[in-house]
Structures are given as C-alpha cells and as structure tokens.
C-alpha cells in the first residue's frame, strides 16, 4: 500500500509563492509516474503537471506552464510543486498522486490510483 502525504500548502496574495512537497510512504514509488491534480470549489478535479520516474518528461497544464515547475527527487522519496506569479484562478485543493497502472504519466486523474488527502492553497487578489 502506498500512502501519500502533501505538506506546502497555505494562503498567498496574487503575484506569490508557494512550494508543495509530496512524501510517499508504504511501498516505493520511484518508478511510477506521479502528478499533481487541483480542485476548486464547485469544479471537477484539474490535471495540473505531471512527471515520470526518474524527473523524466515534466508536462504542464497549459494555465500553469511557465508559472509551476514540477520535480521529484526519487533518492529521497519525494515530488515538489514549485509554483510562483500565483493568482485567484489558482486557488483550489492540490493533491498529489500517484499511478501504479501506467508506465508513462497521462493527464488524466482517472487514471492515478494513489491520492494524498490534499492541501489547501488559497491565493487572494
């Protein structure tokens, strides 16, 4: 079983910064492609950037590329969200995941079967 832990979140005016970790425990998932996924009240779950084991083949949603860079330092077990200029549109739920299914990551969360509980990310204008 894998358990994922999110630890980052917090409140922010537009223009700020935050840095999202993610912390894996339970059996490894170095080799599995993991994503970050936002919700914000009312909407569905939003793919927000995805990467393959070894740091390999970041790839963003096109509302945050350019702002967030993802990462994941498979030595230490953890997945990072670095994400700057933040602004209202981005505030939500940010969850980190984790696929055990696929080989390569994919955009969609339906296909994540690993989920942290979540943390808040609240950007004021």
């Known amino acids: 079983q894998v358990q994922l832990v999110e630890t980052g979140g917090g409140s922010v005016q537009a223009g700020g910064s935050l840095r999202l970790s993610c912390t894996p425990s339970?059996?490894?998932?170095?080799?599995?492609?993991m994503a970050w996924v936002r919700q914000a009240p009312g909407k569905e779950r939003e793919f927000v950037a995805t990467i393959n084991r070894r740091g390999g083949d970041p790839y963003y949603a096109s509302s945050v590329k350019g702002r967030f860079a993802i990462s994941r330092d498979d030595a230490k077990n953890t997945l990072d969200l670095q994400m700057n200029n933040l602004n209202p549109d981005d505030t939500a739920v940010y969850y980190c995941?984790?696929?055990?299914?696929?080989?390569?990551?994919?955009?969609?969360?339906?296909?994540?079967?690993?989920w942290g509980q979540g943390t808040q990310v609240t950007v004021s204008s």
């Open positions: 995941a984790a696929s055990s299914t696929k080989t390569m990551s994919t955009t969609s969360p339906l296909t994540y079967n690993y």
């Open positions: 339970g059996r490894s998932v170095n080799v599995y492609p």
